[in-house]
Each structure stands twice: as structure tokens, then as C-alpha cells.
């Protein structure tokens, strides 16, 4: 697969600087699923200290002239990481993601998406830097978002009438179900087959995911999206 342009361009500009030492992708492009236009661009740089208030402002002006050029529609994220504080699961980081700056922890899963598939593009691999991610690892991570972010969206119903949100939360709950059993991570396109919901639902996510518009459905989508959250959460309680 090639790397995407806003990649490419993000990197170049991650190479003007000396206080980034590492930049690493994960997420769809480091497992070979990415589909242009439809999937996230995941990537985390590492620091040589807490970011500074002239490095917020380097990066933020860095993000929002891709988001309104090259990375238009790109949906490029990125965590900035110290080094330092790298194994601290729970410490929140400057993230860039969809148009602002927030803090928020690199997440368990995306950690173990790094150390098991993720790479470079500067600097070192992210397994050199990373602890390892072991099975038990994996799925206390798995549990973490679960009991975390969408315990939090399961009670608010209305969340799910955002398509990106109930076709994110249908295909995350197949992972997660599909991790929970195995300690194996998987994509997007190969939870597919694993969604539970009605069969229109499920055609509706597949042609999206290879850009084709279709017709929303929102309530039915929005209920069958936030069951499968609901029961998903149930089962894991029980350790089903």
C-alpha cells in the first residue's frame, strides 16, 4: 500500500522539528485496511519532553492548514506523546483529532494496535519503545472501552443518530467480542462479518465503507447500533 499524501505531507512537517523523535502509524493503515476517504489516519509522535505551549501552537497550526489543504477529508489524528511518560497508560496527551486540540490518553487498544502492528516513519518501531501488549493486556483494554467511552455513549441515545457513530460502534462491538475470545486483534473489514444487526443495517455500513451513499436510515440504524453496544457491555460483564 502506498502512503497516503496527507501522510507523507504530515511527516515532512513532523521533520522540520527537533523535539519530535518518533512518528508512528496505526490504526487501519498499519493492518493494510485503509479505504481513502473513509478511514482515519491514527498516528502518534513521540516528544523529548511535555509539549510546550510554542509547540501547541507549532502543531496546531501544522494540523489545520492539512485538514484545509492535503489532509482534507482525511481525518488525520495524531497523540503527541513524552517519552518519558510513554508506559502510563491513564496519562492524557495533546491529541489533535477532528478540528481541535484536546487531551486525552493514548488508549490501551491503540497501544496494542501499535505493538503489534504498527511502524515508523521516524524514528524507532513503536515495539521498541512501548511495553508489550499481552493477551491478558489486550483484553483488559478491550474491557477499558467498553466501561469507559461507550458505557458513556450507551446512555445518551441520541449519539447514535450520527452515522459515523453507529456504524463505528456496530463494527467496534464485533472487534471487541472477536478480542475478548481470542486476544486477537482485527479490522474493520474483517468485523464485517461478525456485526450483529438486521441485514439491511449491515449493507448499508458495507457500501459506506467503500463510499457509496445510501440511504439513512437513522432510527433503525441508531437502535440497532446502540443494542449491540448494550449487549456487548452486558456480555463482557459476565465474562461471556
Request: proline content about 5%.
Amino acid at each position: 500500500m502506498s502512503t497516503p499524501r496527507p501522510l507523507e505531507e504530515f511527516a515532512r512537517l513532523v521533520d522540520t522539528v527537533d523535539w519530535a523523535t518518533d512518528l508512528w502509524v496505526g490504526g487501519s493503515v498499519a493492518t493494510g485496511d485503509y479505504l481513502p476517504g473513509v478511514s482515519d489516519l491514527d498516528l502518534v509522535v513521540i516528544t523529548e519532553g511535555v509539549v510546550t505551549v510554542e509547540q501547541r501552537t507549532t502543531l496546531r497550526r501544522w494540523h489545520q492548514e492539512l485538514d484545509g489543504g492535503v489532509g482534507r477529508g482525511a481525518n488525520l489524528g495524531c497523540v503527541y506523546v513524552p517519552e518519558t511518560v510513554a508506559p502510563d497508560v491513564a496519562l492524557a496527551h495533546p491529541t489533535w483529532t477532528h478540528g481541535r486540540l484536546i487531551q486525552r490518553p493514548l488508549s490501551g487498544i491503540g497501544r496494542a494496535e501499535l505493538v503489534r502492528h504498527g511502524f515508523a516513519l521516524k524514528g524507532r518501531p513503536p515495539a521498541d519503545v512501548l511495553p508489550a501488549m499481552s493477551d491478558s493486556d489486550v483484553r483488559r483494554a478491550i474491557k477499558s472501552e467498553l466501561d469507559g467511552y461507550w458505557s458513556w455513549a450507551y446512555r445518551r441515545p441520541w449519539i447514535f443518530r450520527d452515522v459515523m457513530i453507529s456504524d463505528l460502534a456496530l463494527l467496534s462491538m464485533a472487534r471487541a467480542r472477536h478480542t475478548w475470545r481470542t486476544a486477537e486483534l482485527i479490522t474493520k473489514s474483517e468485523a464485517m462479518g461478525q456485526i450483529q444487526a438486521p441485514e439491511q443495517v449491515i449493507r448499508s455500513i458495507a457500501a459506506r465503507r467503500i463510499g457509496v451513499a445510501t440511504r439513512r436510515r437513522p432510527v433503525r440504524e441508531a437502535s440497532a447500533a446502540r443494542r449491540d453496544v448494550g449487549r456487548t457491555i452486558a456480555a463482557l460483564k459476565v465474562g461471556r
